[in-house]
């Protein structure tokens, strides 16, 4: 593939999740990265791209706000966390884009919004209006009503079934890492970053798990590799990279060798709900 290509892509969705969004050492956001994220992903659209930010962060919000120490594990508590800190994430996201004079908005979604035909081709019909309007979606898992049952679980996976939904041609993941690892590259000096993944096999797969793990939860190596699997299946490219520096969405999109890309191949008779029924897909997530 060359890489060159990136900087074609018209519809470009960004997912950051909520490490790479907040501070270690306290769990409060990370103002000076969501500024330049900010301005980066307005100025992709200033370039005429269509844009959807997938955000993590709601939960985390809301615990600090609350002031709670430990993650919340009840999930009463977890969704009150989400109510209150959904809120307060899109005042920081609506005041930084308004600096650019870029409109945002902000679209929630459970497992049930694309299962129910309905509300599925709702959804579609706000995000094309949205591009229409040249404004930015926001999107999130809606954590204040979700649970178990309608719950996707992770963002990882969300962003790539909003990359089916929309048409998407690139889905990009900000991780706390640079890529996809031949192992975990924390353990292992010898583990190689691998630039292309053309078909999630056996051997990707055998990967994934000897680099993270399952215990990771959330945001792991396999539910990225869940998330690459819907996005490519749907004819879209997917890159991780890492988001300690947001201006690496820049550098892939001009071309540099970065990150890992995995490669589409549209599915023949693409269905997305093929991609909904089983929500673990034999991966491991759902640990927030
Ligand atoms: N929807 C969750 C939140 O906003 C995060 C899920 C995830 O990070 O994968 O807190």
Do not use: W
């Not at 800190?85 to 005042?91: C, P, S, V």
């Amino acid at each position: 593939m060359n890489r060159k290509l990136l900087k074609d892509k018209k519809r470009i969705i960004v997912k950051i999740g909520s490490a790479s969004l907040t501070h270690s050492e306290t769990g409060l956001l990370n103002l000076d990265k969501m500024e330049r994220l900010v301005r980066i992903l307005t100025n992709l659209r200033n370039h005429g791209r269509d844009v959807i930010l997938v955000s993590s962060g709601a939960i985390a919000v809301g615990r600090n706000a609350l002031g709670l120490k430990e993650k919340p594990t009840e999930v009463s508590i977890k969704q009150a966390c989400a109510a209150v800190g959904q809120a307060r994430l899109m005042m920081v996201y609506q005041k930084l884009f308004s600096e650019y004079n870029q409109t945002a908005a902000q679209i929630l979604m459970t497992k049930d919004t694309m299962l129910n035909d309905i509300s599925r081709h709702n959804a579609q019909n706000t995000f094309n209006e949205l591009f229409k309007l040249g404004i930015i979606p926001i999107v999130n898992e809606n954590d204040t009503i979700s649970t178990y049952e309608i719950e996707f679980g992770d963002n990882d996976t969300l962003s790539a079934i909003v990359t089916a939904l929309v048409g998407g041609d690139l889905l990009i993941l900000l991780s706390d890492i640079d890529g996809f690892y031949t192992d975990d590259p924390h353990k292992n000096r010898n583990a190689k970053l691998i630039s292309y993944v053309e078909e999630i096999n056996d051997d990707v797969l055998k990967m994934a798990k000897s680099s993270t793990g399952c215990s990771l939860g959330t945001g792991g190596m396999a539910t990225k590799l869940s998330a690459a699997k819907i996005a490519n299946a749907s004819g879209a490219d997917m890159a991780i990279i890492n988001g300690d520096d947001v201006r690496n969405i820049n550098r892939l999109i001009e071309g540099k060798e970065i990150g890992t890309l995995f490669l589409a191949h549209k599915a023949k008779n693409f269905n997305i709900m093929d991609y909904l029924s089983n929500k673990h897909n034999g991966t491991c997530n759902g640990a927030r």
